[in-house]
């Protein structure tokens, strides 16, 4: 396996439009915003294993823009079911993309439970997705992003991960009433 985290976050930054809402959720959310600060980045934190849901309520409420979740296999664990829910519930603009490395990583890289068996993409496609691709490589990845972001959702990307270069864990920022002033507005600003 040779795809990255941060490797595949930089190859998305170039296909995330001014008005996409981009939610993320612990470590590929400290990535994402040391990577690609911008005012429509959605921190939902202190809800592990929301990102999906709170993904699914931004696109229902904004059928006019882009809903890119970056979420993490540990925290997806913690809601299964949105996948049916998102699946079911007729967006055509979210886009899920999951970091596979099987660990609770920004919680001390404890294992998943059942972390060599689970198929993430068996799941999405169990539940109805659109569409449902996984990626190990980066080169595929890379090449596969234009279609992926332009077929209509909700679509479920899958990427085996390492870790990558380490970024700062900026808590205080995702905590902070900054961060969610700062998504509002940009939000409304239209």
Avoid at 16 to 42: E, G, H, K, M, T
Avoid at 55 to 84: C, E, H, T, W
Avoid at 145 to 153: K, N
Wanted: glycine share 8%; with cysteine.
């Amino acid at each position: 396996m040779t795809l990255y985290r941060d490797a595949a976050l930089k190859a998305l930054i170039p296909h995330i439009r001014d008005d996409d809402i981009v939610v993320a959720v612990y470590q590929s959310c400290f990535d994402w915003l040391a990577l690609n600060p911008r005012p429509l980045n959605y921190v939902a934190v202190g809800a592990m294993g929301q990102a999906s849901s709170h993904g699914l309520g931004l696109a229902l409420a904004n059928p006019d823009r882009r809903v890119i979740v970056l979420d993490g296999d540990g925290s997806l664990l913690m809601n299964l079911g949105s996948l049916v829910t998102i699946a079911h519930a007729g967006v055509v603009n979210l886009y899920h993309f999951l970091s596979v490395n099987r660990v609770y990583e920004v919680n001390g890289a404890h294992p998943l439970p059942g972390a060599d068996k689970v198929d993430f993409p068996g799941l999405a496609r169990a539940s109805g997705f659109a569409g449902v691709h996984g990626f190990s490589e980066l080169d595929p990845f890379t090449s596969a992003l234009p279609q992926l972001l332009a077929a209509a959702g909700p679509q479920f990307i899958a990427m085996e991960v390492q870790p990558g270069k380490p970024y700062p864990r900026d808590y205080a920022y995702i905590h902070s009433a900054e961060a969610r002033t700062r998504f509002r507005q940009a939000l409304n600003r239209r």
